[in-house]
């Protein structure tokens, strides 16, 4: 009353009673919280009158008074939110509608009002309808309350990737598809700016989230209904999808967006085998072209590497190490980059193993880590053995980068691992393993030649049949690393192991190749048996090179020492070959 009195004190009192707004900045303090609400609610329904322009101008302009005069006092927000959204499909006119989400605007300005304003907006049907994209889209905020409001929106999302659950949350794809529209809207950019590496980083788990899922998937709140339509044709992946690629937009990061476009990225980032080299090409060209967002992000996600569910951490864990290649990597203490490193190595989580050789290899290639990591070399070598092909890659990678910090017994431990892949049918594994191979050989000092020369001796034939190879990378590896072998043993290779022409349509040069093997090998290692293990080979050119080798082999060896080694069988068959005109060597020719 005291307020009432002041302002009819300094108020002509006819202007007073002609001026509305102030009659309900005087005497709203009269009205209890329910009164209020309904009153917003009846001064809703004067912005619908398409008869009286004025009246809608009027009841927009009194609602605005309202809500900022008795701003403390309401107690039932949601309800006022429903009003809003139930009444913005029957107001037509541009203005009074913009009216209308003011108010909205001005109750989740309030910090006390915020959390009840998000809540209820969220609980809408997704994709949201056009009248509540549009309230989302223009949102007009004050620009100290913006980033108050887009945190606040992005902590409902992030919490919940904190734990593992069934169905994944309704809130978590209503947040990011109402993140979409504030984005589309672009009235926060500011905050947008601000919040880029948290933004970013939720929205990457998001979408780690939703691969492979449906809406059917989601938890559907029990009052709420989604069309067939709805369910069909949206999925939490595309919502993710859509706010991620507008956050990169609307934050200037074209190059990034174009990139991901070009390279496939978010072909990528929506695969479940595929989704952290999606995540790994967007932080590489973010650090390529904005490093200091880039930065911001690696800053981030050193408290998140521990936060979450597993895919919370792993899509954290992609984006951190490809980090790495930055210089600013550099001034991360070791317990936050070896030490969560070592632990990756180790995890149960093939993927982790991967991030975490990968993060070797990025720290090594820029000359860090090195005596850390060298202790890691007997589990490294034990990853050769993986099935998975990018831990084996990354595996010869990180002992390429060892070799010169390794001991003798350590490195000819690690070219019989190496040796151990010139038979595996994975191209780029063989092609990884003979060039790492050839790298071990530089590295033996003097005093150790003698030791290692069995080993090197055992390889010679299996890289001279890979020069063979119908993979052309691994067969031009295969005869360079050959080549460095021979200079070891201090022999001088034949010109004709280099010809490129496949043996079959050059016997008289396979024949030299043969006997100045035959020579050189003869009471050092058995040949013979080296060239038999791929004659059941399932490529058909090695397997026509050894058994091609194998009969010239056998005409000059001697035969009495054929049969010593059991291979009476391999001498039959040739003989049977060549007289009968039928056999290995005619099956197996073009």
């Given at each position: 009353?005291?307020?009432?009195?002041?302002?009819?004190?300094?108020?002509?009192?006819?202007?007073?009673?002609?001026?509305?707004?102030?009659?309900?900045?005087?005497?709203?303090?009269?009205?209890?919280?329910?009164?209020?609400?309904?009153?917003?609610?009846?001064?809703?329904?004067?912005?619908?009158?398409?008869?009286?322009?004025?009246?809608?101008?009027?009841?927009?302009?009194?609602?605005?008074?309202?809500?900022?005069?008795?701003?403390?006092?309401?107690?039932?927000?949601?309800?006022?939110?429903?009003?809003?959204?139930?009444?913005?499909?029957?107001?037509?006119?541009?203005?009074?509608?913009?009216?209308?989400?003011n108010i909205v605007s001005l109750f989740i300005s309030r910090p006390k009002y915020t959390d009840a304003v998000l809540n209820?907006?969220?609980?809408?049907?997704?994709?949201?309808?056009?009248?509540?994209?549009?309230?989302?889209?223009?949102?007009?905020?004050?620009l100290p309350n913006t980033t108050w409001i887009l945190w606040r929106l992005l902590r409902k999302l992030q919490k919940c990737?904190?734990?593992?659950?069934?169905?994944?949350?309704?809130?978590?794809?209503?947040?990011?598809?109402?993140?979409?529209?504030?984005?589309?809207?672009?009235?926060?950019?500011?905050?947008?700016?601000?919040?880029?590496?948290?933004?970013?980083?939720?929205?990457?788990?998001?979408?780690?989230?939703?691969?492979?899922?449906?809406?059917?998937?989601?938890?559907?709140?029990?009052?709420?209904?989604?069309?067939?339509?709805?369910?069909s044709t949206s999925t939490p992946l595309s919502f993710a999808i859509q706010a991620t690629k507008t956050l990169l937009l609307?934050?200037?990061?074209?190059?990034?967006?174009?990139?991901?476009?070009?390279?496939?990225?978010?072909?990528?980032?929506?695969?479940?085998?595929?989704?952290?080299?999606?995540?790994?090409?967007?932080?590489?060209?973010?650090?390529?072209?904005?490093?200091?967002?880039?930065?911001?992000?690696?800053?981030?996600?050193?408290?998140?590497?521990?936060?979450?569910?597993?895919?919370?951490?792993?899509?954290?864990?992609?984006?951190?190490?490809?980090?790495?290649?930055?210089?600013?990597?550099?001034?991360?203490?070791?317990?936050?980059?070896?030490?969560?490193?070592?632990?990756?190595?180790?995890?149960?989580?093939?993927?982790?193993?991967?991030?975490?050789?990968?993060?070797?290899?990025?720290?090594?290639?820029?000359?860090?880590?090195?005596?850390?990591?060298?202790?890691?070399?007997?589990?490294?070598?034990?990853?050769?053995?993986?099935?998975?092909?990018?831990?084996?890659?990354?595996?010869?990678?990180?002992?390429?980068?060892?070799?010169?910090?390794?001991?003798?017994?350590?490195?000819?431990?690690?070219?019989?691992?190496?040796?151990?892949?010139?038979?595996?049918?994975?191209?780029?594994?063989?092609?990884?393993?003979?060039?790492?191979?050839?790298?071990?050989?530089?590295?033996?000092?003097?005093?150790?030649?003698?030791?290692?020369?069995?080993?090197?001796?055992?390889?010679?034939?299996?890289?001279?049949?890979?020069?063979?190879?119908?993979?052309?990378?691994?067969?031009?590896?295969?005869?360079?690393?050959?080549?460095?072998?021979?200079?070891?043993?201090?022999?001088?290779?034949?010109?004709?192991?280099?010809?490129?022409?496949?043996?079959?349509?050059?016997?008289?040069?396979?024949?030299?190749?043969?006997?100045?093997?035959?020579?050189?090998?003869?009471?050092?290692?058995?040949?013979?048996?080296?060239?038999?293990?791929?004659?059941?080979?399932?490529?058909?050119?090695?397997?026509?090179?050894?058994?091609?080798?194998?009969?010239?082999?056998?005409?000059?060896?001697?035969?009495?020492?054929?049969?010593?080694?059991?291979?009476?069988?391999?001498?039959?068959?040739?003989?049977?070959?060549?007289?009968?005109?039928?056999?290995?060597?005619?099956?197996?020719?073009?």
């Amino acid at each position: 009353m005291k307020k009432c009195k002041e302002l009819l004190d300094i108020n002509n009192i006819k202007e007073f009673y002609s001026n509305p707004f102030k009659i309900a900045q005087v005497f709203e303090v009269l009205l209890s919280p329910n009164e209020l609400v309904q009153f917003i609610v009846t001064t809703l329904d004067g912005l619908k009158n398409l008869k009286h322009p004025c009246t809608q101008q009027s009841a927009g302009e009194l609602l605005v008074t309202l809500v900022k005069s008795a701003e403390t006092r309401f107690e039932k927000v949601p309800d006022i939110m429903r009003a809003i959204c139930d009444r913005l499909p029957i107001i037509s006119q541009p203005s009074a509608r913009q009216q209308a989400i003011n108010i909205v605007s001005l109750f989740i300005s309030r910090p006390k009002y915020t959390d009840a304003v998000l809540n209820h907006l969220l609980y809408y049907p997704i994709p949201f309808d056009r009248h509540l994209a549009e309230l989302w889209r223009t949102l007009d905020i004050d620009l100290p309350n913006t980033t108050w409001i887009l945190w606040r929106l992005l902590r409902k999302l992030q919490k919940c990737h904190n734990v593992d659950q069934e169905k994944m949350e309704y809130i978590a794809v209503a947040a990011t598809e109402a993140l979409y529209e504030i984005f589309v809207g672009n009235k926060l950019q500011a905050a947008m700016y601000r919040l880029f590496p948290q933004l970013l980083m939720a929205l990457l788990i998001q979408v780690h989230h939703s691969i492979g899922l449906t809406m059917s998937d989601i938890t559907i709140p029990d009052d709420m209904y989604l069309s067939n339509k709805d369910i069909s044709t949206s999925t939490p992946l595309s919502f993710a999808i859509q706010a991620t690629k507008t956050l990169l937009l609307r934050t200037a990061c074209w190059y990034e967006f174009n990139v991901m476009e070009k390279r496939k990225g978010w072909n990528l980032l929506e695969m479940e085998y595929f989704h952290l080299d999606g995540v790994s090409l967007l932080a590489n060209v973010l650090l390529e072209k904005h490093g200091m967002l880039a930065h911001k992000v690696l800053y981030l996600l050193i408290p998140l590497l521990n936060r979450g569910n597993e895919k919370h951490r792993l899509t954290s864990a992609a984006f951190f190490v490809e980090l790495f290649q930055s210089p600013l990597a550099r001034r991360i203490p070791k317990r936050y980059t070896i030490t969560r490193l070592e632990e990756w190595l180790y995890h149960e989580n093939h993927q982790f193993r991967v991030l975490s050789l990968k993060g070797m290899d990025s720290l090594l290639c820029h000359h860090q880590g090195k005596e850390a990591i060298k202790g890691m070399i007997p589990v490294i070598l034990s990853n050769l053995s993986e099935t998975d092909e990018k831990i084996v890659l990354f595996s010869i990678n990180v002992l390429r980068s060892l070799l010169d910090t390794m001991d003798f017994t350590t490195l000819k431990t690690t070219m019989q691992a190496l040796f151990s892949l010139f038979s595996d049918f994975r191209p780029n594994v063989h092609l990884f393993a003979v060039n790492v191979f050839g790298d071990s050989i530089k590295m033996v000092k003097h005093k150790n030649k003698q030791d290692i020369e069995g080993q090197i001796l055992e390889s010679l034939i299996p890289l001279l049949l890979h020069s063979q190879d119908e993979n052309e990378a691994v067969a031009e590896e295969s005869s360079r690393v050959l080549t460095i072998c021979c200079r070891f043993l201090k022999w001088k290779l034949p010109r004709q192991v280099y010809n490129k022409d496949p043996w079959h349509s050059n016997p008289s040069g396979i024949g030299v190749i043969c006997k100045f093997f035959e020579q050189k090998c003869r009471g050092k290692c058995n040949i013979m048996m080296q060239t038999m293990n791929y004659i059941k080979n399932h490529q058909v050119q090695l397997k026509r090179a050894a058994i091609l080798f194998t009969g010239l082999l056998a005409k000059y060896m001697d035969h009495n020492e054929l049969r010593m080694k059991g291979t009476e069988w391999i001498e039959e068959e040739i003989i049977c070959d060549w007289k009968h005109g039928k056999g290995f060597l005619k099956k197996m020719a073009p």
